[in-house]
């Protein structure tokens, strides 16, 4: 079974910055890509950014030059530096691996955290 446990969500004050993290355990051999998207309240789950397994990066045109997503192979592990946060930046933010393959062969082709809350307020 593979897990995705995120961390680094909080209250922050617009203009500000967080860093969530999200690591995947299990008996992992290869992740494709790993990403984060969120949900605001009354609004579907969108994608915020990506990574390949080469390092491909994908953005949301709303978080371009302000959001960076990295990730370690080695460790199973992704994250997304947000910079110059927005009210507009709430929202429940999910850990995302697609194609996640297992050392027995196996592969879990979406998985998802549960998420953590980011807050952008004054």
């Known amino acids: 079974q593979v897990q995705l446990v995120e961390s680094g969500g909080g209250l922050v004050q617009p203009g500000g910055s967080l860093r969530l993290s999200c690591t995947a355990s299990g008996r992992i051999s290869s992740i494709d890509t790993m990403g984060w998207y969120r949900q605001a309240p009354g609004k579907e789950r969108e994608l915020v950014a990506a990574?390949?397994?080469?390092?491909?990066?994908t953005y949301a045109d709303s978080v371009k030059e302000r959001f960076t997503i990295s990730r370690d192979n080695a460790k199973n592990l992704v994250s997304v530096q947000m910079n110059s946060l927005k009210p507009e930046d709430t929202a429940v933010y999910y850990c995302?691996?697609?194609?996640?393959?297992?050392?027995?062969?196996?592969?879990?082709?979406?998985?998802w955290g549960q998420g953590t809350l980011v807050t952008v307020s004054s």
């Open positions: 990574i390949s397994l080469d390092g491909i990066t």
């Open positions: 995302n691996a697609q194609r996640v393959v297992t050392i027995l062969g196996g592969m879990y082709f979406q998985t």
